[in-house]
Each structure stands twice: as C-alpha cells, then as structure tokens.
C-alpha cells in the first residue's frame, strides 16, 4: 500500500510551483486530479515534445495524475468543480486572491463545501503583504529574494539561477505544508488553510545562511555569508579539467595538506582552529587552487574518497540526465507512455524502504479522464453529457492529441 493511497487531491493549479508539490503527493500514492482549463495547461507547450500538448516538462511533472478539463467561467463548470471538492481530502490551486473569490473558491467557500477539507494556496506573497495580490513567477522572485544579487558574474550585473529554482523549493515546501495538515486531518478530521507564498519560501531558503549579522538585534553586521558567495567557494581547474574539491573539518584540512607535500599546516591555528579557520577560508582555498593544478581530476578524485573529503568532476546537464547511477538507484526509470512511448520518468526526492517515490501511471492527455471523475463524484451519464455539450467540460481520449 502506497503511503497516500486513498487520499484525494483536487489539484487547480498549473506551470511548475503547484505541481511540484502535487507530484509529490501523487508519487507517494495519492489520487491527484488534475483540473485544468479546456486549452490546458500552459506547461504542457513548453519544451521538447514529440506531440503537441505533452511537451518532457509536462510529462515530469503530472505523471500519474487524472486529468479534467473544466470551464470555470460558466456556472456549470463551477458546479462540477463544486462536486469534485465535496468529496476531496485536498484541494490547491494557485490562482491569484480576487479572480479565486470571484470563482466562488475562496477558502471559506470551499470549506463550507467540506469542512474537512485541507485548502491550499500556492501563492506569490502572503496575504499580508503589500503585494498580497500580485503576480509572481519563478523569473521575479529569483530578483526579489536576493537569489539574482547573490549569483551575479565578474562585473556585478545580477544573473538568474538556470534552474526553475524558485518555483521548485517552493513547490517542495508546499509538499510539506500540505502532508503536515493532512496529517491533523487524519488524526483530528478538521481541515484547515495552508498558504505557502513563493517570496517567503525563497526569502527564507536564501537567507538560511546569509541572515548573519541580521540575526542579532541590533545588527551585528552585514547579511552574506563569504564561504558560499563568489569570493567564497571555488571550481578549481587542475591539470586536465575542472572539480570542486572541498575540505571542510579540521581532520579534512589536515589530510589534504599532508597529501599535497605540507603536513606542518596540521598544527597552523588557520586549520586547527574552527574561528580562525572560518576567517582565513579564502586563504585556504586559494591553497587548494595553487595546488589543483599539479594532479589530474582523477588523481584528485581518488585522493578525496580516501581522505573523505568532498569533491567531484563538473558535470554538464547532459551528463546529469545520462548518469547511469540515477537509473541504479531507481531516481530515473524507463516507462512506456501510451501515446508518448519510451520515456525515462523522474521521482520524488526519496525513498521509503528502499524504494523511489515515483506514480503508477503515466502523465494524462488534456481532459482524459474528465468523464470517470464525473461519474467518481456522482454524476449521471445525462448530466455529464450536457456538461460536455455545453463546454463547461471537455472530454477527449489519449488518441486526440495527436
């Protein structure tokens, strides 16, 4: 039995910050219903695809969930939505604060619907904050969040992050919002309202570590924290590439120099002491720079494993996906796709007895299953085929996406 196995989710929501949250539900066993608007969702154009509507983004981040293509702009539409929450553990989207209330699915809506159910928002700002009501994307809130400051290049100029890095830490966090309040819910039957702004989660992801001096009050210094900033930890080039090669503990620093020929450094405060060590880093590592350059990535590889220090050969993205080892492990599985064929199929982070968190099923086409869930929440044929001949629901088999 999956760990969420009978658990229903109502999942409203679209691109990436929702959906990273819902797949993980999904991959841990939940029945994640996927409502979406009769053109779809916007990820499923993004990217590579061999047919249209079911671009690799989208295929990574829905697989196993039911697909119910609904129009919310007609009451009929808002009246199966209603239904569907009726009988839904879960229920998330990540529309914006007025258009939601306008839809009549404002938090105190839908808990009048079901009382028991856990309401979650996948929003920008907090409801509190002066931007309670504005967009937000993965592109802003790398900026707002310090992240594009942080990462800029030689000359100062802010970079983004080439990862949907915001949306994903903050769909991640969304993940555990939501099990924690299913987990009340399963012990206490009471529902409740989860809010997980995507500026707070990234604010907070970033300043983990940079907060420093701002942790006090009154200050005692600057946010930042040097070893991680570009002044801080290196790539080191040696003599046929490049690695990251880090001694962190004090047994670490001693190896690495009595590796490199200068076992006196075992004794130097700069080592032995963890502030004076915290203080002179840069000179450390600028150590480790003078000296990569006299071995090979593998004989620099070879010295870390024994020495238990931290180090490994610059990847690029394409040999990440090629990697062998995540296939090993069960992180990256090959699948059949009935429209899409071979796939090889992402899970979520972790593994529970051994084995990846990773659905049954595979992605859906837009509105394949609109008709089952129909009947699931009660519906008869003739209800459900107004609602389709009204367009308030679009129906279409996995064949129509061809």
Not at 42 to 63: K, P, Q
Not at 120 to 148: K, N, R, W, Y
Not at 178 to 189: F, I, K, N, S
């Amino acid at each position: 039995m999956a760990p969420l196995e009978g658990i229903r989710v109502i999942d409203m929501t679209g691109i990436v910050f929702g959906p990273v949250a819902t797949q993980a539900l999904a991959d841990w066993g939940a029945d994640v219903i996927k409502v979406e608007p009769p053109e779809g969702d916007t990820l499923r154009h993004a990217g590579v695809a061999r047919h249209r509507g079911m671009g690799a983004i989208f295929l990574n981040l829905n697989r196993g969930k039911r697909s119910i293509a609904l129009d919310l702009a007609q009451p009929a539409g808002r009246d199966a939505m209603r239904r569907l929450l009726a009988g839904a553990d879960l229920f998330v989207h990540n529309v914006r604060r007025d258009p939601i209330a306008r839809l009549g699915l404002a938090p105190a809506d839908v808990l009048a619907i079901n009382p028991s159910i856990v309401y979650c928002t996948a929003s920008g700002f907090h409801e509190g904050s002066p931007l309670a009501h504005a967009p937000a994307i993965d592109d802003s809130i790398q900026v707002a969040s310090g992240l594009a400051a942080l990462n800029a290049d030689a000359d100062g100029s802010p970079r983004f992050v080439p990862s949907l890095i915001a949306d994903k830490t903050a769909g991640l966090a969304l993940a555990g919002a939501m099990l924690a309040a299913l987990v009340r819910r399963l012990r206490t039957g009471r529902g409740g309202v989860v809010d997980v702004p995507m500026y707070d989660t990234l604010a907070g992801f970033v300043l983990l570590e940079h907060l420093q001096g701002h942790t006090f009050e009154p200050s005692t210094g600057p946010a930042g924290y040097r070893r991680v900033t570009a002044e801080g930890r290196r790539l080191y080039r040696a003599a046929d590439g490049w690695l990251t090669m880090t001694p962190y503990t004090q047994p670490q620093w001693k190896a690495f120099f009595a590796a490199v020929g200068d076992p006196a450094m075992a004794d130097d405060p700069r080592v032995v002491d963890p502030v004076e060590r915290n203080r002179h880093i840069q000179w450390l590592y600028a150590r480790v720079g003078e000296a990569a350059a006299t071995r090979s990535v593998d004989d620099w590889l070879a010295l870390c494993r024994e020495q238990g220090i931290p180090a490994f050969r610059v990847a690029s993205i394409d040999e990440v996906a090629a990697d062998p080892m995540l296939e090993a492990s069960g992180a990256i599985a090959r699948v059949e796709h009935p429209t899409e064929g071979p796939l090889r199929m992402l899970a979520s982070p972790g593994f529970l007895d051994g084995a990846p968190a990773r659905a049954a099923g595979p992605a859906p086409g837009l509105g394949e299953h609109t008709i089952e869930v129909l009947r699931e929440a009660g519906l008869d044929e003739t209800a459900i085929a107004a609602l389709v001949a009204s367009g308030a629901a679009v129906a279409h088999s996995p064949g129509d996406i061809r």
